[in-house]
């Protein structure tokens, strides 16, 4: 009996020892093709991560490239811009005339023979008569030229921030960039209504935005419509949000005419004196030609007055430029 039951002992165990090694075997398998599963998942997520990553680096490296390219177009139409400023034709562009270099130089010569006229028949010599035909025909008409480009310029500055927001606000609303262009072109003051306006007729005629943009800086060559162009050209090539981006250029046009403004305010009092200390010689003399024309007629009338008068009008304006070149500040 006791032999039997000692068999028996023996046998659960041996199932017992033999069904534990089993189990222990087929968890074994049942974990390592879990693992291998996991990393086959694991795997195959990190391969699709890693090509998401890739690719957004590759999307990030072509965006970037297509900014520098265009900056690098922009800049280069830029310093082609300013070597074009220097002709008559697009200076009148910039005053926003619509007359021929032509009529200009017709009209210079037109203003220097009544300066000769003038002076001859007021008694002046040869030498202060040609002197005064140079100012009436040089002088004057390129002066009044460039008084008139730099007051529109400053006129369209003023407004262009008030612009932006337009086209803002009209973006956000879902308005087409173009369609923003159009209510520009037709609300805003001048001349920022005109040069959209031929902005916007361009563009319907079928000239690319990039080169409606380009000629509108000819036409009006500021840094900030620059800008302007800069950031549309670059939205339109590698995209992102506009509203945004024109938002935060409006803020920075805003900033700059406010240091502008306080730049003007610090410096009011060294243009004052500069204005006064330029206008007294000239103001004096002409007090004291008018009070006693025989003390101040031999300066006018005597060649060697002449000169004198010359060296010291040469001496006096040499003087204003560098006065003014110390006063006037650009941002």
Known sequence: MNEDMAFIFAAVAAFVAIAGVGWVAVGAAGDAQSKRRMQTVVGA??????????????????????????????????????????????????????????????????MAVLGFVLAYVTGQTMLMSGGSAVIAGLGLPRWWLGFMCSRRKKKFTQEFANALDVIVRGIKSGLPLNECLKIISRESPEPVASEFQLLVEGIALGVSLEDGLRRMCERMPLPELNFFTTVLVIQQKTGGNLAEALGNLAMVLRARKMMREKIGALSAEAKSSAGIIGSMPPGVGGIVYLTTPSYMSQMVTDPTGQLMLLGGATWMAIGIFVMRGMINFKI
């Open 45 to 110: 997520g990190g391969l699709e991560r890693g090509k998401r990553h890739h690719s957004a680096l590759d999307a990030a490296a072509q965006r970037k490239r297509h900014v520098q390219e265009s900056l690098k177009d922009m800049e280069q139409r830029q310093k082609d811009q300013r070597k074009k400023n220097l002709t008559l034709k697009s200076r009148i562009q910039q005053a926003g005339m619509d007359f021929t270099p032509a009529r200009f130089w017709l009209a210079s010569l037109g």
